[in-house]
């Protein structure tokens, strides 16, 4: 009987170990997409105003014309545009 009980209980740690673990990873996954999706905007709005003089009036226009790619699911581009010469300012959110 107690070892019965001694190997769910030991079960039962190294499913909780585990999920623990993946919620981790998981975690860590999610900064990195941060970071590399930020890099990109950064990327894609310098390209824009180094090729073209001026910087794009949205984000749709990036996505469109220098490929910026990234998943809508996990994160929103809140971005905002001045004028043509005043760089424009975004914040990334996750969803």
């Keep these: 009987?107690?070892?019965?009980?001694?190997?769910?209980?030991?079960?039962?740690?190294?499913?909780?170990?585990?999920?623990?673990?993946?919620?981790?990873?998981?975690?860590?996954?999610?900064?990195?997409a941060y970071h590399a999706l930020d890099q990109?905007?950064?990327?894609a709005i310098n390209e824009c105003y180094a090729n073209e003089g001026q910087y794009p009036e949205n984000k749709d226009y990036l996505e469109k014309h220098y490929h910026l790619v990234?998943?809508?699911?996990?994160?929103t581009i809140e971005y905002v545009a001045y004028a043509s010469n005043i760089r424009?300012?975004?914040?990334?959110?996750?969803?």
């Excluded at 990109?40 to 990327?43: D, I, P, S, Y």
């Excluded at 424009?88 to 969803?95: C, H, N, R, S, V």
């Design 1 to 32: 009987m107690m070892k019965k009980y001694m190997m769910t209980l030991l079960s039962l740690v190294v499913i909780v170990g585990f999920i623990v673990g993946m919620q981790r990873m998981n975690a860590a996954s999610k900064k990195q």
């Design 40 to 43: 990109a905007v950064a990327r």
């Design 70 to 75: 990234y998943d809508h699911d996990m994160f």
């Design 88 to 95: 424009p300012t975004y914040t990334i959110i996750e969803k």
